[in-house]
């Protein structure tokens, strides 16, 4: 016996023209979505280096980035419903040309208050295009497209993460900084021309536009926003220290309250919380919490340990990550789509799960000599782990929801496509620096002045800085010898975060035997319905 799909009878229904060029529907669904990851993962990476370039201080590139990501997340959530009132030619066509033009003009930029105020514009620009392009497949695509184009915009979180790498030390060390920015101008107008091309002119829908619910956007767009900040800065104010991060995740939390608050009284809600309450969405949105957690052991883990304790730049570490994390996606992504037109979604979910857990504890019997090659098959199974369990999600929650009441679903998703990772980054680099004190305090507590061990190094080290004075080489001997206090630590803290991505994995695991199978679909190979 099957369970319908359970209708969701409050919020804007999310029905669209069919596109009669496909094709170009789907070159823009991949422009757009790979531009968005493309950028932020660049911005990640490159931003030392976009610091010396535009002559920041560490405050001021902190804020920096900040401020280009917590537009994203400003503007995010309410992309689908705008979509669906407006059609996405009008909220992607001009937004694609002002955005290749603030990409180009940016590197031209010397005044800072400028510079923060063009990336405010360049984040909520590019906050658009992601959630813009979903709402294509759903609105405006057949549903025979939708598997491979949700695979293509799958594909991208796993390949623009690790080829990112490679791009960033490619622009910074060879090309020049400036085209982090400038490969955008050349792309972005080529997203318009297929968008243009792909989606179909569809009227204003006046009878959404006129019930519009601003004031339930607003305190969720905004909450979402101040949340973010006070995460994002918490790391480096040191957390409830610093006014600033209690005042951001006060209010943040206050508006994300008055949302739901107004959600339930308004009559005509925006993203209506009824969209969470089926069983098989709620599991999933936890199961996708858990991925996008589990997911940092290769985002922030392998990258990070290789740059702090193996002194390796992003162009040393790209090859790596491009080869064995970039390359497989290509095999692994076809096969998740053929196994999920085959055997019950849970199982694929478990197997990308599964990998993560494997990658996970591999990465948790690392050592200070690691390098390269020790990371190899980390890598490959992160890469089985992106493929088998994003991909899956997103297939799941498709199977298990009324696709013409997609747009407040889309609100809540796009809450944990940007403030789930971003977050979740902020909290592991949180962890990843608590765990280092409390190593190295451990440590020293072991290296006692006149012990024969610290001694026995103490003059090894002196007599490598023979050539300097007594005074400056026993100076010299004794900061070698911290460092390598501090350069184990950091090995202990990074075992520590791999195992505590482990239990994260864990977790998704156990989330997923709670699901009941899928109702019968276009999505749901027969004999595994529920």
Same mark, same amino acid.
């Given at each position: 016996?099957?369970?319908p799909?359970?209708a969701?009878?409050?919020g804007?229904?999310?029905?669209?023209?069919?596109?009669?060029h496909?094709?170009?529907?789907?070159?823009?669904?991949?422009?757009?979505?790979?531009?968005a990851s493309?950028?932020?993962?660049?911005?990640?990476?490159?931003?030392a280096?976009l610091?010396?370039?535009f002559?920041?201080?560490?405050?001021?590139?902190?804020?920096?980035g900040?401020a280009?990501?917590?537009s994203?997340?400003l503007?995010?959530?309410?992309?689908?419903?705008?979509?669906t009132?407006?059609g996405?030619?009008?909220?992607?066509?001009?937004?694609?040309?002002?955005?290749?033009?603030i990409? +180009?003009f940016i590197?031209?930029i010397?005044d800072?208050?400028?510079l923060?105020?063009?990336?405010?514009?360049?984040?909520?620009?590019?906050?658009l295009?992601?959630p813009a392009?979903?709402?294509i497949?759903?609105r405006n695509?057949?549903m025979?497209?939708?598997?491979p184009?949700i695979?293509?915009?799958?594909f991208r979180?796993?390949f623009?993460?690790?080829a990112g790498?490679?791009?960033?030390?490619?622009?910074?060390?060879?090309i020049g900084?400036q085209w982090?920015?400038?490969?955008?101008a050349?792309?972005?107008? +080529?997203m318009g021309?297929f968008?243009?091309?792909?989606? &179909?002119?569809e009227?204003?829908?006046?009878?959404l536009?006129?019930?519009?619910?601003w004031?339930?956007?607003?305190? /969720?767009g905004a909450?979402?926003t101040?949340?973010?900040?006070?995460?994002?800065?918490?790391n480096?104010?040191?957390?409830l220290?610093s006014? $600033?991060?209690?005042?951001?995740?006060?209010g943040?939390?206050?508006l994300?309250?008055a949302f739901?608050l107004?959600?339930?009284l308004v009559?005509e809600?925006w993203?209506s919380?009824?969209?969470l309450m089926?069983?098989?969405i709620?599991?999933?949105?936890?199961a996708?919490? /858990?991925f996008?957690?589990?997911c940092i052991?290769?985002?922030?883990?392998?990258?990070n340990?290789?740059?702090?304790v193996g002194?390796?730049?992003?162009?040393?570490?790209?090859?790596?990550? +491009?080869?064995?994390?970039?390359?497989?996606?290509?095999i692994l992504?076809p096969?998740? $789509?053929?196994?999920?037109?085959?055997?019950?979604?849970?199982?694929?979910?478990?197997?990308g799960?599964s990998a993560f857990?494997?990658?996970?504890?591999?990465g948790?019997t690392?050592?200070p000599?690691?390098?390269?090659?020790?990371?190899?098959?980390?890598v490959?199974l992160?890469s089985?782990g992106?493929?088998f369990?994003f991909?899956?999600?997103i297939v799941f929650?498709v199977?298990n929801?009324? &696709?013409?009441?997609a747009?407040?679903?889309s609100?809540?998703?796009q809450?944990?496509?940007?403030g789930?990772?971003?977050i979740?980054?902020?909290?592991m680099?949180?962890?990843?620096?608590?765990r280092? !004190?409390?190593h190295s305090n451990?440590?020293?507590?072991h290296?006692v002045n006149?012990?024969?061990?610290v001694?026995q190094?103490?003059n090894a080290?002196?007599?490598l800085?023979?050539?300097?004075?007594?005074s400056?080489g026993?100076?010299?001997?004794m900061?070698?010898?911290?460092?390598?206090? !501090?350069?184990?630590?950091?090995?202990?803290a990074?075992?520590?975060?791999?195992?505590l991505?482990?239990?994260?994995?864990?977790?998704?695991?156990?989330?997923?035997v709670?699901?009941?199978g899928? &109702?019968?679909?276009?999505?749901?190979?027969?004999?595994t319905?529920a």
């Open positions: 016996m099957t369970s799909i359970p969701l009878d409050i804007p229904i999310s029905k669209g023209a069919r596109s009669h496909p094709l170009f529907a789907i070159g823009a669904v991949m422009i757009g979505s790979y531009i493309f950028d932020s993962r660049l911005f990640a990476i490159g931003l280096d610091k010396g370039a002559s920041l201080s560490f405050d001021e590139g902190a804020w920096l900040t280009a990501f917590g994203q997340i503007i995010a959530p309410a992309v689908s419903w705008l979509a009132v407006f996405v030619r009008r909220i992607f066509i001009v937004p694609s040309l002002l955005y290749a033009a990409s +180009l590197p031209f010397g800072y208050e400028a923060l105020a063009l990336h405010v514009i360049r984040g909520l620009l590019l906050g295009f992601v392009t979903v709402m497949i759903f695509l057949p025979s497209w939708w598997l184009a695979a293509l915009y799958a979180t796993p623009t993460l690790n790498v490679s791009f960033g030390g490619l622009y910074a060390q060879t900084w982090m920015y400038w490969q955008d050349l792309v972005a107008p +080529l021309i968008m243009y091309l792909g989606a &179909p002119h009227r204003v829908n006046r009878e536009l006129f019930k519009a619910d004031g339930g956007m607003l305190l /969720f909450g979402l101040l949340l973010y900040v006070g995460l994002d800065q918490g480096r104010l040191n957390w220290e006014g $600033v991060v209690v005042a951001t995740l006060a943040g939390v206050t994300i309250l739901f107004n959600e339930w009559r809600p993203a919380a009824t969209v089926s069983r098989n709620s599991l999933m949105l936890v996708t919490v /858990f996008t957690l589990t052991s290769n985002t922030t883990l392998v990258p340990f290789l740059a702090t002194q390796l730049r992003p162009e040393q570490t790209g090859s790596l990550l +491009l080869l064995y994390g970039t390359l497989p996606l290509f992504v096969a998740c $789509v053929f196994l999920l037109r085959r055997i019950d979604k849970r199982f694929v979910m478990m197997l799960f857990a494997a990658a996970s504890l591999l948790a690392l050592s000599d690691w390098r390269l090659d020790n990371f190899i098959p980390v490959v992160q089985i992106y493929s369990t991909l899956t999600v929650a199977a929801l009324n &696709p013409a009441r747009t407040a679903f609100a809540y998703i809450v944990l496509r940007l789930g990772t971003q979740g980054v902020a909290l680099g949180t962890y990843i620096r608590v280092e !004190q409390i451990l440590l020293g507590q290296l006149g012990d024969e061990s001694t190094s103490l080290w002196t007599s800085f023979s050539a300097d004075e007594m400056l026993n100076a010299k001997a900061s070698a010898l911290s460092s390598a206090v !501090q350069k184990q630590a950091y090995v202990l990074y075992i520590d975060g791999f195992w991505t482990f239990w994260v994995a864990i977790l998704g695991l156990a989330t997923i709670f699901m009941a899928s &109702p019968a679909g276009p999505f749901t190979p027969k004999g319905e």
